[in-house]
Nanobody
Framework: QVQLVESGGGLVQPGGSLRLSCAAS????????MGWYRQIPGKQRELVAR???????NHADPVKGRFTISRDNAKNTVYLQMNSLKPEDTAVYYC???????????????WGQGTQVTVSS
């Protein structure tokens, strides 16, 4: 089975930075894409950023210019560099991956358990 393990969350002051990491482990054939979603209290879960194995990226409008997603395919790891953090960024951030466990299986969605990011003075 596939596991996604996030790290890097925590408490930071407005204007500060954090870098989230998510590593995929287990038995799988290939990772098509990995990304980050966040759940802001009282709001629906939303896409933050996504990156394919080929390097194509998408960043949600609220984080464009501040957050940058990247990946290390050799390590099956995705990163989210978060700069100029705002209180509105406070949320649980979830790692997501589209993974095929074998060449004959459809890609499936996998989720990490989430890591808390709190932006507050």
């Amino acid at each position: 089975q596939v596991q996604l393990v996030e790290s890097g969350g925590g408490l930071v002051q407005p204007g500060g930075s954090l870098r989230l990491s998510c590593a995929a482990s287990g038995r799988f054939f290939s990772i098509y894409a990995m990304g980050w979603y966040r759940q802001i209290p009282g709001k629906q879960r939303e896409l933050v950023a996504r990156i394919t194995s080929g390097g194509s990226t998408n960043h949600a409008d609220p984080v464009k210019g501040r957050f940058t997603i990247s990946r290390d395919n050799a390590k099956n790891t995705v990163y989210l560099q978060m700069n100029s953090l705002k209180p509105e960024d406070t949320a649980v951030y979830y790692c997501h991956a589209d993974i095929a466990t074998s060449p004959w299986e459809r890609r499936q969605n996998y989720w990490g358990q989430g890591t808390q990011v709190t932006v507050s003075s």
